[in-house]
């Protein structure tokens, strides 16, 4: 059995296929190589910096284990996904870069020993709005949105690995770089193999193309907070006399974080995370604060006014609130047809009493949608067939109002019924119509306070300027609820887990 979720997400596949088509965001060649010893805690820190964009199947296998052989560089998809490519230089993107798999989890050491690090790379694709130059990557000449890369490299002291412990130049191969991320344990700061590598880095460093000043950023880990302020003091100490040495006249752009991952609070991990995207973006001129839009944020604002969508769902909510209003209208206190009674139609024969009740029915209902002769469930809006969410309105919203709305037009119809089954020879009408209606009115009423009509009805308290990419993230949000919530009330969840 087909879930609603799993329609609900098919409809959503084709929006986000539409968009993404539309957007056509591009690789750009700005990168972000994250470098470090063996075991100094990059992966760690990669997985607490992106952790909640990764699923755990594809989470990079702690280098602990030593199974971090090939470059793995993160960077933008709508959705996660990791893929074995064959890419040996950062300008070999689009269609240059060559995907040989997909990969269902991150995979061990043994997986991958058939490949070169100098030709194959693991890239791993999440929904990080970060991850997006949205006004390119300063290296081609038109401001189309690109995907920045964040590469984390082999670390050296592995012993195996001939990339790492190779030159610096073949590891700083970046056509365009965006920063140099150098982590390192605090209990391992003054061993000397880091300073050999970290010197030989900005070796590679002070020769390398940037989009601004060369720009480093320090990263402690297993740091005690007690201890941070003095070992930081350190490593700038460090770093600037080995930049002094290298005979370079401009300062180093340098930013320092010390983090103890496994003491960490969520609040302390929370602020860490924005800090670091801040220092890493700098260069690019995003001022401290500035979120980076989703690139689907422009092409939304710049849909024709005929394809937003807060019209036809002002008409879903004033078509919900007329059914309401009918079916309040129809019964007061209990009674369908207010004051009247078999004494009012005594002497009367079953045409005219037929006339006397169908008059006040009319006169009760007049100020309401059921004086009109469209039925509601015949007025629902519906989407250009061009669209991009004319799939998830199709299959969606269309067919949950038209369960809304089409009770209420069966409830009238059964009106008519009752009315017209009166005769002198009904002992009491109020008893006759509760008979033949009462069923009916009440799946009418729980028709029009359904979940999904709970969904239409918070829309409406969102605020005026709402932003047309907030309301349809709103929007398409609740209605995922409701249908997961749907399944459940269904068993439909049982049903597709058998």
Same mark, same amino acid.
Request: glycine residues 6%; negative net charge; charged residues 20%.
């Given at each position: 059995?087909?879930?609603?979720?799993?329609?609900?997400?098919?409809?959503?596949?084709?929006?986000?296929?539409?968009?993404?088509?539309?957007?056509?965001?591009?690789?750009?060649?700005?990168?972000?190589?994250?470098?470090?010893?063996?075991?100094?805690?990059?992966?760690? /820190?990669?997985?607490?910096?992106?952790?909640?964009?990764?699923?755990?199947? +594809?989470?990079?296998?702690?280098?602990?284990?030593?199974?971090?052989?090939?470059?793995?560089?993160?960077?933008?998809?709508?959705?996660?996904?990791?893929?074995?490519?064959?890419?040996?230089?950062?300008?070999?993107?689009?269609?240059?870069?060559?995907?040989?798999?997909?990969?269902?989890?991150?995979?061990?050491?043994?997986?991958?020993?058939?490949?070169?690090?100098?030709?194959?790379?693991?890239?791993?694709?999440?929904?990080?709005?970060?991850?997006?130059?949205?006004?390119?990557?300063?290296?081609?000449?038109?401001? $189309?949105?690109?995907?920045?890369?964040?590469?984390?490299?082999?670390?050296?002291?592995?012993?195996?690995?001939?990339?790492?412990?190779?030159?610096?130049?073949?590891?700083?191969?970046?056509?365009?770089?965006?920063?140099?991320?150098?982590?390192? $344990?605090?209990?391992?700061?003054?061993?000397?193999?880091?300073?050999?590598?970290?010197?030989?880095?900005?070796?590679?460093?002070?020769?390398?193309?940037?989009?601004?000043?060369?720009?480093?950023?320090?990263?402690?880990?297993?740091?005690?907070?007690?201890?941070?302020?003095?070992? &930081?003091?350190?490593?700038?100490? &460090?770093?600037?006399?080995? %930049?002094?040495?290298?005979?370079?006249?401009?300062?180093?752009?340098?930013? +320092?974080?010390?983090?103890?991952?496994?003491?960490?609070?969520?609040?302390?991990?929370?602020? /860490?995370?924005?800090?670091?995207?801040?220092?890493?973006?700098?260069?690019?001129?995003?001022?401290?604060?500035?979120?980076?839009?989703?690139?689907?944020?422009?092409?939304?604002?710049? %849909?024709?006014?005929?394809?937003?969508?807060?019209?036809?769902?002002?008409?879903?909510?004033?078509?919900?609130?007329?059914?309401?209003?009918?079916?309040?209208?129809?019964?007061?206190?209990?009674?369908?047809?207010?004051?009247?009674?078999?004494?009012?139609?005594?002497?009367?024969?079953?045409?005219?009493?037929?006339?006397?009740?169908?008059?006040? %029915?009319?006169?009760?209902?007049?100020?309401?949608?059921?004086?009109?002769?469209?039925?509601?469930?015949?007025?629902?809006?519906?989407?250009?067939?061009?669209?991009?969410?004319?799939? %998830?309105?199709?299959?969606?919203?269309?067919?949950?109002?038209?369960?809304?709305?089409?009770?209420?037009?069966? /409830?009238?119809?059964?009106?008519?019924?009752?009315?017209?089954?009166?005769?002198?020879?009904?002992?009491?009408?109020?008893?006759?119509?509760? &008979?033949?209606?009462?069923?009916?009115?009440?799946?009418?009423?729980?028709?029009?306070?359904?979940?999904?009509?709970?969904?239409?009805?918070? +829309? &409406?308290?969102?605020?005026?300027?709402?932003?047309?990419?907030?309301?349809?993230?709103? +929007?398409?949000?609740?209605?995922?609820?409701?249908?997961?919530?749907?399944?459940?009330?269904?068993?439909?969840?049982?049903?597709?887990?058998?």
């Amino acid at each position: 059995m087909t879930t609603h979720i799993e329609n609900g997400y098919r409809a959503l596949q084709t929006f986000a296929a539409h968009m993404t088509k539309v957007q056509q965001i591009s690789d750009g060649l700005l990168t972000a190589r994250v470098i470090g010893e063996f075991s100094a805690g990059k992966t760690r /820190f990669l997985r607490e910096l992106l952790g909640d964009s990764i699923p755990p199947a +594809l989470y990079p296998i702690s280098s602990l284990e030593r199974q971090t052989r090939l470059p793995l560089e993160i960077t933008y998809g709508p959705e996660p996904e990791l893929t074995l490519v064959q890419r040996a230089n950062d300008y070999e993107i689009n269609d240059k870069t060559l995907t040989l798999q997909t990969l269902t989890e991150f995979p061990d050491r043994e997986a991958t020993l058939q490949h070169k690090p100098s030709k194959h790379r693991l890239r791993l694709a999440i929904p990080e709005d970060r991850l997006i130059l949205k006004n390119g990557d300063g290296y081609f000449e038109d401001k $189309s949105a690109k995907r920045l890369f964040l590469i984390d490299m082999p670390g050296w002291n592995s012993g195996d690995d001939l990339l790492a412990e190779g030159d610096a130049s073949e590891v700083m191969a970046g056509v365009h770089n965006l920063a140099l991320v150098y982590v390192v $344990s605090a209990v391992r700061l003054d061993g000397l193999k880091n300073s050999e590598r970290l010197n030989n880095f900005l070796k590679a460093f002070s020769d390398a193309d940037f989009v601004g000043a060369p720009h480093l950023i320090v990263v402690m880990t297993h740091c005690p907070a007690a201890e941070a302020n003095a070992l &930081q003091a350190k490593v700038k100490k &460090q770093v600037n006399a080995m %930049w002094a040495e290298l005979g370079e006249a401009s300062p180093l752009s340098m930013a +320092l974080f010390s983090i103890d991952f496994e003491e960490v609070s969520p609040a302390e991990l929370g602020t /860490f995370r924005d800090e670091f995207w801040q220092s890493l973006l700098s260069p690019l001129g995003h001022p401290v604060g500035a979120s980076v839009q989703h690139p689907w944020v422009h092409a939304l604002r710049s %849909w024709p006014k005929h394809w937003l969508l807060d019209e036809p769902v002002a008409q879903t909510h004033a078509l919900l609130t007329q059914a309401r209003a009918v079916l309040q209208a129809a019964s007061q206190e209990k009674n369908y047809l207010v004051g009247m009674n078999m004494t009012k139609l005594g002497g009367l024969d079953t045409p005219a009493i037929k006339k006397r009740l169908k008059e006040a %029915w009319s006169r009760q209902m007049r100020d309401t949608a059921a004086a009109v002769n469209k039925p509601l469930h015949q007025c629902i809006p519906i989407l250009d067939e061009k669209h991009p969410l004319a799939a %998830w309105w199709g299959t969606y919203w269309e067919p949950h109002l038209q369960c809304a709305l089409q009770p209420v037009g069966d /409830f009238l119809e059964a009106v008519s019924g009752a009315l017209s089954q009166v005769s002198p020879n009904t002992s009491d009408l109020q008893t006759h119509l509760s &008979q033949r209606l009462d069923a009916s009115y009440h799946q009418a009423v729980q028709a029009v306070h359904s979940s999904f009509t709970q969904v239409v009805d918070s +829309l &409406q308290k969102l605020p005026e300027k709402t932003q047309p990419e907030q309301t349809l993230a709103t +929007l398409l949000r609740l209605s995922l609820l409701q249908m997961r919530y749907q399944d459940y009330l269904e068993g439909r969840v049982e049903a597709a887990v058998g």
